[in-house]
Nanobody
Framework: VQLQASGGGLVQPGGSLRLSCAAS????????IGWFRQAPGKEREGVSC????????YYADSVKGRFTISRDNAKNTVYLQMNSLKPEDTAVYFCAADPDYYCFLTPFEYDYWGQGTLVTVSS
């Protein structure tokens, strides 16, 4: 079971990025998938997640209306579209998988983690 997060980079405030989380060794659609981030000196926090049961999505208050999580079953990939980025969105972003129907924004629920991709929002 492996997860590969990609798509991070340097972007100006107000810009957009799309992160990808590609799975190998298992079918992503059978797992709840979460996106998390960790800024320097801070704890890892939940950003968004998508359930395996019905595709329900959840967002942290700090990103609601700006970020969108989606799943492409054909590509076995989950995406995080990030718009209207702010400097406080700067962090390493991780995707994680939990073999459960429902998703949560708490890191300890998740069994499998990708390696992280750095997002820097700065002018």
């Amino acid at each position: 079971v492996q997860l590969q997060a990609s798509g991070g980079g340097l972007v100006q405030p107000g810009g957009s990025l799309r992160l990808s989380c590609a799975a190998s060794g298992f079918i992503l659609n059978d797992y709840a998938i979460g996106w998390f981030r960790q800024a320097p000196g801070k704890e890892r926090e939940g950003v968004s997640c998508i359930s395996s049961s019905d595709g329900s999505t959840y967002y942290a208050d700090s990103v609601k209306g700006r970020f969108t999580i989606s799943r492409d079953n054909a590509k076995n990939t989950v995406y995080l579209q990030m718009n209207s980025l702010k400097p406080e969105d700067t962090a390493v972003y991780f995707c994680a998988a939990d073999p459960d129907y429902y998703c949560f924004l708490t890191p300890f629920e998740y069994d499998y983690w990708g390696q992280g991709t750095l997002v820097t929002v700065s002018s």
